[in-house]
């Protein structure tokens, strides 16, 4: 597809001046208006994300060269996906596809990351900030404010970022074609939302498969698994299927300046 041009004009027909946006999909072009106020709250969240995603980026950067040990750390891992997310340019729908392959492993991530290091601290090992503040030589201050920002505030940006991109996040998961008659057309919708939400597990999956533990990264002296691990499956569809009505929920108004 062809990048979405814009074209701002001023005449009798719009005195206060309103621009056309073009977008040719399938050699199909579609003249779509957004006013003045439109465009500057598109872009406010553009510009939101780009801080979001040079602030994230930076903290791994740092992270990881300062303490190259960290980069087992399961935090890590989704810490880089949400990178990759932020970075994505809703815009572009040649990004459509890295959108609901990244939107679940973020979203749905965030808040199994939140919710395990809660336990971790609390549960598994109470001494873990103390520990790590003396393996890192912080204080334990400092610790705790890389501990917040990490595990506590991408919730809150993911769900912000949710609420601000509803309408082209529908779009871009083509919300409006999951009742297509067609059998292929709705499997393919199926297997995105299963894989939206499966996907953290996944992610999960793999960091054991490469060989790392609770015990071997956290410090963690016991971890009952039989507990852990339907509480995490339980946990993350729960957070997945809250996802997936929020961006199906029937009720949603869609942005007629978002092109598809």
């Known amino acids: 597809p ?4 814009y074209c701002v004009e001023k005449s009798d027909q719009h005195p206060a001046g309103r621009t056309m946006e073009y977008g040719s999909y399938d050699e199909a072009y579609t003249p779509l208006v957004r006013d003045h106020s439109q465009i500057i709250r598109d872009r406010g969240r553009m510009w939101l994300r780009r801080f979001l995603y040079y602030s994230m980026f930076l903290t791994l950067m740092i ?14 891992w989704f810490w880089i996906i949400h ?8 815009e572009q ?7 609901r392959a990244l939107h679940g492993l973020s ?12 336990l971790l601290i609390t549960v598994f090992n109470p001494g873990f900030m103390a520990q790590r503040a003396e393996i890192e030589k912080q204080s334990l201050s400092f610790a705790w404010a890389v501990f917040v920002w990490m595990h506590w505030v991408p919730p809150i940006l993911t769900t912000m970022d949710l609420i601000l991109n509803a309408d082209i996040l529908r779009k871009r998961h ?12 709705y499997a393919l919708h199926i297997f995105w939302l299963i894989f939206m939400v499966l996907s953290p597990i ?11 533990t609770p015990q071997k990264v956290y410090l963690v002296p016991h971890v009952n698994y039989y507990a852990v691990i339907p509480a995490a499956i339980v946990l993350n ?4 299927g809250f996802l997936i009505y929020y961006l199906f929920k029937r009720d949603a108004q869609q942005n007629p300046s978002v092109n598809l």
């Open 93 to 99: 729908p040649r990004h459509g596809i890295l959108i």
């Open 237 to 240: 569809l729960g957070v997945g």
């Open 2 to 5: 062809r990048d979405i041009t």
């Open 107 to 118: 979203f749905i991530g965030s808040y199994m990351i939140g919710v395990l290091a809660t």
């Open 202 to 212: 996944m992610v999960i999956g793999v960091w054991y498969g490469a060989g790392f």
């Open 83 to 90: 990178v990759l997310w932020f970075e994505l340019d809703f």
């Open 63 to 76: 992270s990881v060269v300062r303490f190259p040990f960290l980069i087992t750390n399961l935090t890590v």
């Open 174 to 185: 083509h919300v409006s074609h999951i009742r297509s008659k067609s059998f292929s057309h």
